[in-house]
């Protein structure tokens, strides 16, 4: 017997664990959360909804009654929806069914850096492509992707953490143009108004990820969920784990897509708040915004963004620091929170300027 533990796989032991970089302080505009957090009533649904839960009984293995809610919504069949704890999740289950040793998986960067490690995880190799100068997806990215070998595509639109999103013909482009499996992440998708569900129809390699944590307030709950071809849906279900998403979130989250009014309410505040707080912005000295069509604003310091970071969080405000990431030098990023923890933001930038 040896005091020694056994190693890790060699491809484990290279990865960089996910860093949030919480910290606690006063005002949390580092997460991309929904900042309103649920409205009164909604939240009183939900409380009451926990007392008619039978908490002792396994989920609905299926989420059949909330996929029913989904496909509905998006005028999709059932068949064609899956549902996963967290968008994370149903990424890693996508690189489950269709990565592994010897395939690829491709994404553009700078963005979600999930998808990275989600394929070190599954032991499939990535590419990471260049996004342009604006950060969005070059015109000519399907060659760069066959070139590239890849077998999956992971587009974020809106992107995390530019905020721009890919318009209908740029998507077309690349389900057109790539032999793999595409998949537009949508979790901003709510804030921007474009989405890739419309083309699901058209292009059988095509899925869409949305998520319940962004515009539905609830993070908390990790609800997520895939449109896909139905033949895509059926290799996700070999690979997901059984009763992955629990009684009460599929219960919550069934709930807000029955009466999503005042969420869109909600959604449209954040979007006017957006446009304010970009305009503050636009008004400072030193900073540079990106365009954003999600729920946050890419920034960009004239001197370190580390030092503004750290005055930020002197000021009791967290926001995540880009600027070790490749293209991101400099960048922070905001996420677009309540008028006055946006008030607080422009303030104390201000001062910091």
Known sequence: MTDELIKPRPAVAAIEAYDPQHIEVGINLSANENSYGLPDDARAKLTAL????EL????????VELRRAIAARHGVGVENVIIGNGGDELI?????????PGRTAVTFGPTF???GILSAVTATGFADL???????VPADASAAVEAAGGDIVFACSPNNPSGNAMDEAAIRALATGVAGLVVIDEAYQEF???TGVELLGDYRNLAVLRTFSKAFSLAGLRVGYLLADAEVARNINKVRLPYNVNVFSQAAAGALLAEPGPLEEIIADIVRERGRLARALAGLDGFTTYPSAANFLLVRCSRSADEVWRG??????????????????????ITV?????????????GRLA
């Open 130 to 136: 260049p996004r342009d100068a604006l950060f969005d």
């Open 337 to 349: 929170g309540t008028p006055g923890q946006n008030d607080s933001v422009i303030e104390a930038l």
């Open 50 to 53: 926990v007392k008619t839960l």
């Open 92 to 100: 890693q289950a996508l690189l489950l069914a269709y990565g592994g």
């Open 56 to 63: 002792n009984r396994y989920p609905d293995p299926g989420a």
């Open 312 to 333: 930020l969080i002197e000021a009791g405000i967290l926001v995540r620091n880009l600027s070790f990431a490749p293209g991101l030098k400099g960048c922070l990023r």
């Open 192 to 194: 921007s108004g474009t």
């Open 113 to 115: 850096s999930m998808y």
